[in-house]
């Protein structure tokens, strides 16, 4: 394959490629800017992946039972997955700016000192870490709230015959009960975040230095 191969595009017509065996590899294994954008992507999958299974996990356990104007919820919580990618960068970026973005303009009323989302490297992945459990929980959300209503009404009803608590009904028979649902999303987040570009180059390039460069 190429991968073992060296094969400049220069000479892409004019030569074959010259096979270099595993020489590649070991170049890019000690590259340290390789193993930065490792290391940041690594932080960024563990990071939101753990927060938007929490968190959309809670929503649906929220969301299952019938609560009043729950309906116009989901609406309003799904539009983020609506948005694209390009448009999603765009808008939090506004909303990061140190001088006229929103969230810092709320966090100066309550006499917080503007913060430097995006150029400060200590914080830049944090934010782009919020802006993506933003746009993603929903759809965590709804693959849940799906799983979880598709457990039979008469296990929960026995169970409850059966003097089990909320917490017991929820450990013993909602998740097991829901362990291939939770397998596929964890699933397909994952392969999204692995490919995860657009976002963070529209709205830090990369940057600070290369605090936000995924493998991507």
């Known amino acids: 394959t190429l991968s073992f191969s060296r094969w400049a595009i220069r000479d892409i017509y004019a030569k074959a490629p010259l096979f270099v065996g595993l020489k590649n590899y070991i170049e890019i294994f000690q590259s340290p800017h390789f193993l930065t954008s490792l290391r940041v992507t690594s932080i960024f999958i563990g990071v939101t992946m753990v927060a938007e299974l929490s968190i959309g996990m809670i929503l649906a356990l929220l969301a299952e039972r019938k609560t009043r104007g729950l309906d116009i919820f989901r609406i309003i919580f799904i539009l983020p997955i609506m948005i694209a990618p390009v448009v999603v960068g765009v808008v939090w970026r506004y909303l990061y700016n140190p ?82 649902i939770i397998g596929i999303t964890v699933v397909l987040r994952l392969i999204d975040a692995m490919r995860a570009l657009v976002v963070m180059y529209i709205m830090t390039f990369g940057g600070p230095g290369l605090s936000t460069e995924v493998l991507s």
Do not use: C
């Open 99 to 180: 001088s006229y973005g929103l969230i810092n303009y709320f966090l100066g009323i309550v006499g917080i000192e503007r913060i430097m989302w995006l150029s400060n490297p200590h914080i830049a992945l944090a934010s782009i870490i919020i802006t993506d459990i933003w746009q993603w929980t929903p759809f965590v959300f709804l693959m849940l709230l799906g799983g979880l209503q598709t457990i039979p009404n008469e296990v929960i009803e026995a169970s409850i015959v059966d003097r089990a608590n909320y917490s017991q009904r929820l450990i013993y028979i909602k998740l097991p009960l829901m362990k291939s």
